[in-house]
């Protein structure tokens, strides 16, 4: 049966610019201006036009229009250790922020973070057409060695120093651990043990040193430190390690969040309670970590707002090649919850308030909070955003 053009089609049957044109009995040119939103048309006109291409349930074809402006809509994501918690939620973002900014993500996973590896996701994200890159590069490289791959093509790099010609973002590791350790310091411990992450990823070393920078601060000793992978198997090996070693610590330090539910799980194995014998504190404030028992004390590492920001840099960069390349930094904040506890002796003598363990109900030290709070916002006078 023959189908008039006034009938609707199937949402996979596309009704061309000319039909919409004949229905409304106007040129094709017309139809055009109106789903541009030229002012060139009359009311009555457009009007017209509208309700045919309701009724005909019309989509401009957005390939057409990208190849006419040399877009592809797409941007490219190279990424590396996608079954780590960082990594996927920062793809998992990306794809979001990507859409509601008229963009498709299209990945390319390394399977090892060297410069082949690098080269050779780039050159499929080109056979894709893309219009920009973003590099989730979390373990330390050559950086340089990325110039060689892309060139002057808009690209950001995510998780990085600044150690090449593009514009960078990342979180601010070093100083969201620098205000994880403080906080236990005001809490009265001194002996502060830290679980890294593998420390060829950048952020496990800048999250060691901001770490080992608070304890030296305070000119305490160092507390005991092991390395492990990112996972709570990691974790809980490595705080058996700890605990096997005899070394002394009332805090533990964790590279994220994962790895602390691991060091959890091996101190109450031991009949260690959390947070009255051993403190915890965490780093990415993952969906889950209120739900630890007790609930996680973590640096807030802003997925959300370090895919926004990215997306925002790297579409800048796509519509203004000469926009300037600049090195961004957020700053975390802390999250507090119920595994990080006073130290009895030392900071219960300067205020009755810190009484009771996590069994029974334990209250927060409110002059203590303000003071780790005055610290913390002395750190970090600076804006969220921060050139270098």
């Known amino acids: 049966m023959h189908?008039?053009?006034?009938?609707?089609?199937?949402?996979?049957?596309?009704?061309?610019?000319?039909?919409?044109?004949?229905?409304?009995?106007?040129?094709?040119?017309?139809?055009?201006?109106?789903?541009?939103?030229?002012?060139?048309?009359?009311?009555?006109?457009?009007?017209?036009?509208?309700?045919?291409?309701?009724?005909?349930?019309?989509?401009?074809?957005?390939?057409?229009?990208?190849?006419a402006a040399r877009r592809s809509a797409l941007i490219g994501v190279i990424t590396f250790s996608v079954e780590s918690y960082g990594p996927s939620h920062l793809i998992t973002s990306l794809s979001e922020a990507a859409r509601k900014l008229g963009y498709h993500i299209v990945v390319a996973s390394a399977e090892y973070p060297v410069l082949d590896e690098i080269r050779r996701c780039g050159t499929e994200l080109r056979g894709h057409g893309v219009d920009g890159v973003i590099v989730i590069l979390p373990t330390i490289l050559r950086l340089r060695a990325l110039e060689e791959v892309f060139g002057d093509a808009p690209v950001v790099v995510l998780g990085a120093r600044r150690q090449h010609r593009y514009t960078a973002v990342e979180i601010d590791h070093e100083l969201g651990s620098q205000k994880a350790t403080e906080y236990l310091i005001t809490q009265g411990h001194r002996e502060i043990a830290c679980i890294s992450g593998p420390l060829d990823w950048d952020c496990s070393s800048s999250r060691r040193l901001g770490?080992?920078?608070?304890?030296?601060?305070?000119?305490?000793?160092?507390?005991?430190?092991?390395?492990?992978?990112?996972?709570?198997?990691?974790?809980?090996?490595?705080?058996?390690?700890?605990?096997?070693?005899?070394?002394?610590?009332?805090?533990?330090?964790?590279?994220?969040?994962?790895?602390?539910?691991?060091?959890?799980?091996?101190?109450?194995?031991?009949?260690?309670?959390?947070?009255?014998?051993?403190?915890?504190?965490?780093?990415?404030?993952?969906?889950?970590?209120?739900?630890?028992?007790?609930?996680?004390?973590?640096?807030?590492?802003?997925?959300?707002?370090?895919?926004?920001?990215?997306?925002?840099?790297?579409?800048?960069?796509?519509?203004?090649?000469?926009?300037?390349?600049?090195?961004?930094?957020?700053?975390?904040?802390?999250?507090?919850?119920?595994?990080?506890?006073?130290?009895?002796?030392?900071?219960?003598?300067?205020?009755s308030g810190l009484v009771d363990g996590v069994g029974t109900g334990q209250k927060r030290n409110r002059s203590l909070r303000k003071n780790f709070e005055q610290k913390a916002a002395k750190v970090s006078k600076e804006s969220v955003f921060r050139r270098s």
Request: glycine content about 4%; overall charge neutral; charged content about 20%.
């Open 3 to 67: 189908q008039s053009p006034q009938q609707k089609k199937s949402s996979f049957d596309r009704v061309t610019l000319y039909e919409v044109a004949e229905v409304a009995g106007v040129s094709h040119q017309t139809v055009s201006r109106v789903v541009n939103a030229s002012p060139l048309v009359a009311e009555r006109t457009r009007a017209r036009v509208l309700k045919a291409i309701a009724r005909m349930n019309y989509r401009p074809n957005s390939v057409a229009r990208n190849l």
């Open 211 to 351: 770490w080992r920078r608070a304890v030296e601060a305070h000119k305490f000793p160092l507390g005991p430190a092991v390395e492990c992978d990112w996972s709570p198997e990691g974790g809980y090996a490595a705080t058996q390690r700890l605990l096997d070693s005899r070394a002394r610590f009332t805090a533990l330090v964790a590279a994220n969040d994962q790895i602390a539910l691991g060091a959890m799980e091996a101190l109450w194995e031991k009949g260690i309670d959390i947070p009255s014998q051993v403190s915890v504190i965490g780093f990415d404030n993952m969906p889950e970590s209120e739900f630890f028992r007790p609930p996680l004390t973590t640096v807030n590492h802003d997925f959300d707002l370090l895919s926004t920001t990215s997306l925002q840099l790297v579409t800048q960069a796509i519509s203004d090649p000469q926009a300037p390349r600049l090195h961004h930094k957020i700053a975390p904040d802390l999250i507090i919850r119920q595994s990080v506890g006073p130290i009895a002796g030392e900071v219960a003598s300067a205020s």
